[in-house]
């Protein structure tokens, strides 16, 4: 049974930094396209971030508009972990904080993805 783990998030000021790790077990992690989603209070899940998985020259990664340039996606094989280094941080990137896997690209883009963690709570102070 595929299971997914995040850690690292908290309570950072506004301007900080954070990172947080999604562990995956139970099969071939390389295969996965692994995302990053985040869920505020009051408000729907968003996508944030995701990298591509094994089996072209060079892994890919997409980001929403609110990160790009601030957090940045990447993965680990060997470890089976994906990382979300997240900086300068603002009050609105307060959110829970979910990890998605799925062999599909456009699944885990479009928040379809087959597998979920059970999130990390990420809160900015101003």
């Known amino acids: 049974q595929v299971q997914l783990a995040e850690s690292g998030g908290g309570l950072v000021q506004a301007g900080g930094s954070l990172r947080l790790s999604c562990a995956a077990s139970?099969?071939?992690?390389?295969?996965?396209?692994m995302g990053w989603f985040r869920q505020a209070p009051g408000k729907e899940r968003e996508f944030v971030a995701s990298?591509?998985?094994?089996?072209?020259?060079?892994?890919?990664?997409y980001y929403a508009d609110s990160v790009k340039g601030r957090f940045t996606i990447s993965r680990d094989n060997a470890k089976n972990t994906v990382y979300l280094q997240m900086g300068s941080l603002k009050p609105e990137d307060t959110a829970v904080y979910y990890c998605?896997?799925?062999?599909?690209?456009?699944?885990?883009?479009?928040?379809?993805?087959?597998?979920w963690g059970r999130g990390t709570q990420v809160t900015v102070s101003s």
């Open positions: 998605a896997e799925d062999t599909s690209l456009n699944l885990v883009r479009s928040g379809r993805a087959g597998g």
């Open positions: 990298i591509t998985r094994s089996g072209s020259s060079a892994y890919y990664a």
């Open positions: 139970g099969r071939t992690f390389s295969s996965y396209t």
